[in-house]
């Protein structure tokens, strides 16, 4: 780490700013100060080493809240420091922050332990996808694994560990207004997903929506489910697997065109196949054929993504989204939602310097993780 100041970049600053020539001045782990155009800065800065851009894009990293491993490995039973060089991995992607997602199997508990234990630089929580949710829906989910509410066992959960922050269940099982409220008190964020839930199924408030679409019913004209509740539930937010293999770039665009751009957080829902050849590899308990970004299990099912926030954002701009959208898709909204925007999201004073740097067809050059400078 050191002071830089990244002179003549296109900074896409948050969802509504934007300097076309401006300058970008680094201290450690923080910004400490933007200008909006590089010729006109006057104070003397001191001491640093300046990286002229050279018109070169400018954003804040990616946060990507809903993957189940990479690069070989899965977080339903990584060690630290295998995830710790998935997050140095994850990094010369453009994503300097994520969440682990986790299933549940019979060592669940001991992993919330694993992963409880010690700070991994990016790691920022975890997202349980499950148990509690539709089986006819469960996706790529080990059916095995699916359980009804068990007030006593979701206690064993949230006892294991203090960094769940996000759940995402079926709002349609038995008891689930109990499961609901408990996560509530609990200050988990609830995601309805795996689901085929009506509009008078939904009994209790919830935050937003798991990877609109994808394991859930779809858009009706009269049977009021999901999808619709997330085109018009306006203060929801929506995660969208943006890979061009789970959604079409007409459905993409209709998600751009009609969601509001606050609120859509691109995700990768990528699996440990993601970063790895082409071949045959498990995921929960199933042999999965890897071949590009499409990965099917034996029951002929998508299983999971092999895609990263950066390929998500390159789609997203083709169905249409702006420089300054990409920004709070693949970063500014998921960290307001769950409270962390105060040092992530922005180029702003202040914040911490995770920054991704993209030529114009927007492919990572380089990448700061809190100040310090990585080849993508």
């Known amino acids: 780490m050191g002071r830089y100041l990244l002179s003549h970049g296109h900074l896409i600053v948050d969802g509504n700013r934007e300097y076309?020539?401006?300058?970008?001045?680094?201290?450690?782990?923080?910004?400490?100060?933007?200008?909006?155009?590089?010729?006109?800065?006057?104070?003397?800065?001191?001491?640093?080493?300046?990286?002229?851009?050279?018109?070169?894009?400018?954003?804040?990293?990616?946060?990507?809240?809903?993957?189940?491993?990479?690069?070989?490995?899965?977080?339903?039973?990584?060690?630290?420091?295998?995830?710790?060089?998935?997050?140095?991995?994850?990094?010369?992607?453009?994503?300097?922050?994520?969440?682990?997602?986790?299933?549940?199997?019979?060592?669940?508990?001991?992993?919330f332990k694993t992963l409880d234990d010690k700070k991994v630089e990016g790691h920022l929580g975890i997202h349980l996808e499950g148990p509690f949710i539709n089986p006819e829906y469960k996706g790529a989910i080990n059916e095995r694994y699916i359980i009804p509410y068990d007030e006593k066992y979701l206690n064993e959960i949230l006892d294991s560990s203090s960094k769940i922050l996000q759940m995402t269940l079926a709002p349609e099982i038995k008891d689930a207004?109990?499961?609901?409220?408990?996560?509530?008190?609990?200050?988990?964020?609830?995601?309805?997903?795996?689901?085929?839930?009506?509009?008078?199924?939904?009994?209790?408030?919830?935050?937003?929506?798991?990877?609109?679409?994808?394991?859930?019913?779809?858009?009706?004209?009269?049977?009021?489910?999901?999808?619709?509740?997330?085109?018009?539930?306006?203060?929801?937010?929506?995660?969208?697997?943006?890979?061009?293999?789970?959604?079409?770039?007409?459905?993409?665009?209709l998600i751009y065109r009609n969601i509001r751009k606050d609120r859509l957080i691109l995700i990768s829902d990528c699996t440990l196949m993601a970063g790895l050849n082409d071949g045959e590899y498990e995921f929960e308990g199933m042999k999965c054929l890897k071949k590009d970004l499409l990965c099917v299990n034996e029951e002929g099912k998508i299983s999971g993504g092999a895609s990263f926030i950066i390929d998500g954002l390159k789609n997203m701009h083709k169905a249409g989204a702006s420089l300054t959208d990409l920004l709070l898709m693949s970063s500014l909204n998921a960290y307001r939602f769950y409270g962390l925007d105060n040092r992530y999201g922005s180029l702003d004073k202040g914040k911490y310097a995770d920054i991704v740097i993209l030529d114009d067809d927007l492919n990572l050059v380089s990448v700061f993780v809190r100040g310090e400078m990585i080849n993508a």
């Open 20 to 111: 076309i020539d401006g300058a970008l001045l680094i201290n450690d782990e923080t910004i400490e100060d933007v200008f909006y155009h590089t010729n006109q800065i006057k104070q003397d800065l001191g001491e640093y080493i300046e990286i002229d851009l050279k018109g070169k894009i400018v954003m804040p990293g990616f946060f990507d809240s809903h993957l189940h491993g990479c690069f070989g490995y899965d977080f339903n039973e990584i060690s630290l420091d295998k995830l710790n060089e998935v997050s140095k991995a994850l990094r010369r992607k453009g994503t300097t922050s994520f969440l682990t997602t986790l299933t549940n199997n019979e060592h669940l508990l001991s992993q």
């Open 177 to 253: 207004e109990k499961l609901m409220k408990q996560l509530r008190n609990n200050n988990i964020k609830i995601m309805l997903g795996h689901s085929g839930a009506l509009k008078d199924d939904i009994k209790e408030d919830y935050d937003g929506f798991s990877h609109l679409f994808n394991a859930s019913n779809g858009l009706h004209h009269r049977n009021i489910g999901l999808v619709n509740l997330a085109f018009d539930d306006n203060d929801k937010y929506v995660e969208v697997i943006a890979d061009g293999i789970h959604l079409d770039t007409s459905i993409l665009k």
